[in-house]
T-cell receptor, first 114, second 113 residues
Framework: AQKVTQAQTEISVVEKEDVTLDCVYE???????LFWYKQPPSGELVFLIR??????QNEISGRYSWNFQKSTSSFNFTITASQVVDSAVYFC???????????FGAGTRLTVKP | GAVVSQHPSRVICKSGTSVKIECRSL??????MFWYRQFPKQSLMLMAT?????????EQGVEKDKFLINHASLTLSTLTVTSAHPEDSSFYIC?????????FGPGTRLTVL
């Protein structure tokens, strides 16, 4: 069975600090997909990234970067030079190849203070 | 990108009434849709998989007689919360996959008084 663990329940940083959100996953499949979503107070999920299990390249998108390491089953997310608008709950999620349903981690509530 | 809509966005009802939530894929067909529930300050939990033309598949612990799912067409799935009680108050989110991605609706906030 698939499982996603986000050990950090809440993180608080001051604006312009870098912050890393951790995600550790478990799956028996060799083919799977990992995701990060942002959920602002409005509740709507904002898609950030999708990564398949065969692509271990790290990715950078503006101030966001992701570090995928199969050896440690981790898919960590770093925000560089954080901003107040980054304040939200961030979810890591896993979807196995043969199942389209997605399993979410518990989420990390990030607060960026001015 | 593909869009999934939900209606209503918010609903307040009295205990004992039934509430229907619609999930539509606006520009693609979805033979499968998923329903999630999110209690305050908690994660999204998969409730059920809605299958067009066949019965829904429910996750363990979810009462199928209480949460009725109908996937009547390739673009519409409905979730009916029957005889709602205050403990059913939650944020309900649907999603629909196409070949490459999972698209989430904006969610429906249900409050049962």
């Amino acid at each position: 069975a698939q499982k996603v663990t986000q050990a950090q329940t809440e993180i608080s940083v001051v604006e312009k600090e870098d912050v890393t959100l951790d995600c550790v996953y478990e799956t028996r499949d060799t083919t799977y997909y990992l995701f990060w979503y942002k959920q602002p107070p409005s509740g709507e999920l904002v898609f950030l990234i999708r990564r398949n299990s065969f692509d271990e390249q790290n990715e950078i998108s503006g101030r966001y970067s992701w570090n995928f390491q199969k050896s440690t089953s981790s898919f960590n997310f770093t925000i560089t030079a954080s901003q107040v608008v980054d304040s939200a709950v961030y979810f890591c999620a896993l979807s196995e190849y043969n199942n389209n349903d997605m399993r979410f981690g518990a989420g990390t509530r990030l607060t960026v203070k001015p | 990108g593909a869009v999934v809509s939900q209606h209503p966005s918010r609903v307040i009802c009295k205990s004992g009434t039934s509430v229907k939530i619609e999930c539509r894929s606006l520009d693609f067909q979805a033979t499968t849709m998923f329903w999630y529930r999110q209690f305050p300050k908690q994660s999204l939990m998969l409730m059920a998989t809605s299958n067009e033309g066949s019965k829904a598949t429910y996750e363990q612990g979810v009462e199928k007689d209480k949460f009725l799912i109908n996937h009547a067409s390739l673009t519409l799935s409905t979730l009916t919360v029957t005889s709602a009680h205050p403990e059913d108050s939650s944020f309900y989110i649907c999603s629909a996959p196409d070949m490459y991605e999972q698209f989430f609706g904006p969610g429906t906030r249900l409050t049962v008084l």
